[in-house]
């Protein structure tokens, strides 16, 4: 968790936003015994979490896949290499929707912009990160391994059990 205080609370405010100009029908399923605080998800966003990325097509289709992400700073971290049809859309079309479902127990679903990470600070905490986790830097995998950042400008997080959830996955209300 490498969230700072200020992080934290910008992510609440997300939250907080998101799930007011969500539709009935996402607030009925979504309601007030079922939403996670920023401070409960980002306890249990730690370590590796299968993401499905949805990026567009220059036609406008649709395409998804599966990715690694890591949940740093408040926000996804996901790469994929330069060669992948996913880089060749996200380099044109930045918008971005990102999925974490975990069974029927937890969610977060967002919509942002993919941001390249660029060489410098942030570049390195998250390879960093990453290579702690795989005891790899995940540039050293391909020739053109590129990692983003999600600037997510919706998200609603989800638990369908949320005090049993933070009980059994150790996080405090």
Do not use: C, N
């Amino acid at each position: 968790m490498l969230e700072t205080p200020d992080e934290t609370a910008a992510l609440q405010a997300l939250l907080d936003a998101s799930h007011a100009r969500a539709s009935g029908h996402l607030r009925s399923i979504i309601d007030d015994d079922r939403t996670l605080t920023a401070e409960q998800l980002v306890a249990l966003l730690t370590g590796m979490k299968v993401l499905s990325v949805a990026t567009v097509t220059a036609a406008g289709e649709p395409r998804i896949s599966a990715l690694d992400g890591h949940f740093l700073h408040g926000t996804w971290t996901f790469g994929t290499a330069g060669t992948s049809a996913k880089a060749k859309h996200l380099a044109a079309r930045p918008a971005v929707s990102v999925a974490h479902v975990d069974g029927e127990e937890l969610a977060l679903f967002s919509h942002g912009r993919a941001e390249l990470i660029g060489p410098g600070p942030d570049r390195d905490e998250v390879d960093a990160h990453w290579t702690a986790h795989y005891g790899s830097s995940p540039y050293s995998w391909g020739d053109d391994i590129r990692m983003y950042r999600l600037r997510m400008t919706w998200a609603v997080a989800y638990a369908f059990k949320r005090d049993e959830l933070l009980r059994t996955r150790g996080v405090a209300d």
